[in-house]
C-alpha cells in the first residue's frame, strides 16, 4: 500500500508510520518543516512530504499518488490557543484533507477522533451509539471533524473510516507519564475515591487497529472504538503501576471540590496571558470521569484483537521511562 500519515512526528503519528514502514508499506508523512523530526523519519524509511494541513496546496502535493491516508494530526489541549486555532486543525482541516485525497483519487482516509467526544460516560461501557457529549474545546472540535468528514465523505464518494481511541499509552507517551512518574516516585495522590473506570489502549494495539481501519473491506464508512481488552478502575490502574515499579501502592486520597473551584480560578487568572494554569478543572476530570467502552463493533468487524495486556503494557512504558530517565 502507498500510505500518507498527517502527524507522523507526534507519538501515535509516529508508532503508525514506523509500524506501516515495517510490514511494507510505501509511507509519506505530511510535515511542517524540514528539521530533525523529518530528518528521523526519514532515516526509517518514512518519505517527509512539507506542508501545512491548512495549505490547499500542500495536500494536494501529499495526497497524490497515496492508497491511503491516516489522518491523524490534531491539536490537543494547549493553554492561550483560541478555539479557532482549534477549529481549524481539528475541524476544518479534516474536510481539506478529505477533499484533497478524494481528488488525488485516494481509496480511503482514517480519521482518527478521540472517545472523548462521548464525555462522561453515565452508562459503562459505551458503544459507538453511545450518546455524545463534548466537554471542551479540544473534544468538540474533534466531534465536529467527524461530522464534517462524514458530510465530506458521502459529497464525494470517497470512503472514510472514523476511529476514536481511548486514553493512549506505551513508550514514548508523555500524557500519562505524571500518573506513572507520581506513583514509581511515591507522590501520587487521588482525588476523590478512585473508583471511576479507566481505559487504556496500548500504542502497538492502536497502530493496528488505524492499519485495519486503512484496508479491511469492511471499515469503508464506520466508526469505530480502538481500545486495549481490559478496563480498571483509577485504584486499579494506580495499583498496576505501583507493582510494576516495585513500590507500595499509593494510598492517599483528597476531595475533589477544593482543587475544582482552585481549578475554576487558576484559569481565570492565566487564561488572559495565555499560561498554562498549574491546576485546571481538565485534570480533576481525570479523577471524576468514568471512560469504559466496548470495542465489540470493532473486533466483529474488522478482526481488531488488542494483545497487549495492561500489566504488560504498563512494564513496557515503565522501562521506557526509566531508560530515559524521566522517573
Known sequence: MRSLVTGATGFTGGHLARALVAQGDTVSALVRTDGPAAAALARVGVRPALGDLRDPAALAAAT???????HIAAIYRHAGLAE????????????QIIEAAARGGVKRVVHCSTVGVHGDVEHPPANEDAPLKPGD???????????????????????????????????????????????????????GPGEIYYHLT?????????????????????????????????????????????????????????????GAACEAVCRPFGLEPPIHRRRVDFFTKSRAFDITRARTEIGFAPRVGLREGIRRTLDWYRHEGWL
Not at 513508550?171 to 514509581?184: I, K, N
Not at 478502575?233 to 499509593?250: C, D, K, R, S
Open 64 to 70: 497524490a499518488d497515496v492508497d491511503v491516508v491516516y
Open 202 to 262: 496500548f500504542i502497538d494495539d492502536l497502530v493496528e487497529g488505524f492499519r485495519l481501519c486503512g484496508v479491511h473491506p469492511a471499515a469503508a464508512n464506520r466508526t469505530y472504538i480502538l481500545a486495549g481488552g481490559e478496563v480498571t478502575t483509577l485504584n486499579a490502574l494506580v495499583g498496576l503501576v505501583a507493582e510494576g515499579a516495585g513500590v507500595p501502592v499509593p494510598s492517599r486520597h483528597l476531595p475533589v471540590w477544593p482543587f475544582r473551584a482552585a
Open 137 to 191: 474545546i479540544y473534544q468538540v472540535t474533534k466531534l465536529e471533524g467527524e461530522r464534517l468528514a462524514a458530510e465530506a465523505a458521502a459529497r464525494l464518494g470517497i470512503e472514510v473510516t472514523i476511529a476514536r481511541p481511548s486514553g493512549i499509552y506505551g513508550p514514548g507517551d508523555r500524557r500519562l507519564l505524571r500518573l506513572f512518574r507520581g506513583v514509581a516516585r511515591g507522590h501520587w495522590v487521588t482525588l
Open 84 to 95: 479557532d486555532t482549534y477549529r481549524a486543525v481539528n475541524a476544518t482541516a479534516v474536510k
